[in-house]
């Protein structure tokens, strides 16, 4: 089967960094993305790891361990837009076909 | 470029009606999904779109079926709604399955919020 964890609410204050970790036990893992979610709206994505280590990208970076089935997201320079869920979502080759299995996503709140 | 649009936006049934969901994407990609969202639940796919014609089972398909008849169409239908399939339900589209190396990120539609009472 195939487990992802991922904390469930985090707050931050404005222009501080957060960390948001996820964990994650699959079969056939093929790659690790993350997407943003405001409230009402659809996913949008952030990142995508699929070695290990660290991609930046502006304000955003994502971090991968394949042996030990983590990633992490890092958010730099926090803005009140940035308040959102975030979804962790593992690629899972299953049936012939990858497939993405996501996280409940970690909302997060930026305050003053 | 509308990207992935979604019809209806809301929705609201009866125990028993049926109905079909539109999810159309004028990106000319041949991976489509559609999944469906809970509070605490995350997104879970319900059946997806290898390409015009084929159609797959996802985790959670049971009380759905789809069609992919033309390549910029995915059609979610519900046969016999019932509440436990009130959610909101995001299609999403991709030129390249996701994972691996050289992939894509999937392009997700507005949603459609359903409530079947």
């Known amino acids: 089967g195939q487990n992802i964890d991922q904390p469930t609410e985090m707050t931050a204050t404005e222009g501080a960094i957060v960390q948001i970790n996820c964990t994650y036990q699959t079969s056939g893992f093929n790659g690790l993305f993350w997407y943003q979610q405001h409230a009402g709206e659809a996913p949008t994505f952030l990142s995508y790891?699929?070695?290990?280590g660290l991609e930046e990208k502006g304000r955003f970076s994502s971090f991968l361990s394949r042996s030990k089935g983590y990633s992490y997201l890092l958010l730099k320079e926090l803005q009140m837009k940035d308040s959102a869920s975030y979804l962790c979502?593992?690629?899972?080759?299953?049936?012939?076909?990858?497939?993405?299995?996501f996280g409940a996503g970690t909302r997060l709140a930026v305050h003053p | 470029n509308a990207g992935v649009t979604q019809t209806p936006k809301f929705r609201v049934l009866k125990t028993g009606q049926s109905m079909t969901l539109l999810c159309a994407q004028d990106?000319?990609?041949?991976?489509m999904y559609w999944y469906r969202q809970d509070p605490g639940m995350g997104l879970r796919l319900i059946h997806y779109s290898v390409g015009e014609g084929t159609t797959a089972k996802g985790e959670v398909p049971d009380g759905y079926n789809v069609s992919r008849l033309k390549k910029q169409n995915f059609l979610l239908g519900l046969e016999s709604a019932a509440p436990s399939q009130t959610s909101v339900y995001f299609c999403?589209?991709?030129?390249?399955?996701?994972?691996?190396?050289?992939?894509?990120?999937?392009?997700f539609g507005p949603g459609t919020r359903l409530t079947v009472l």
């Open positions: 790891n699929v070695l290990d």
């Open positions: 990106m000319n990609h041949e991976y």
């Open positions: 999403a589209s991709s030129p390249l399955p996701p994972g691996g190396a050289g992939t894509d990120t999937q392009y």
């Open positions: 979502a593992v690629s899972m080759f299953s049936g012939g076909y990858n497939k993405l299995i």
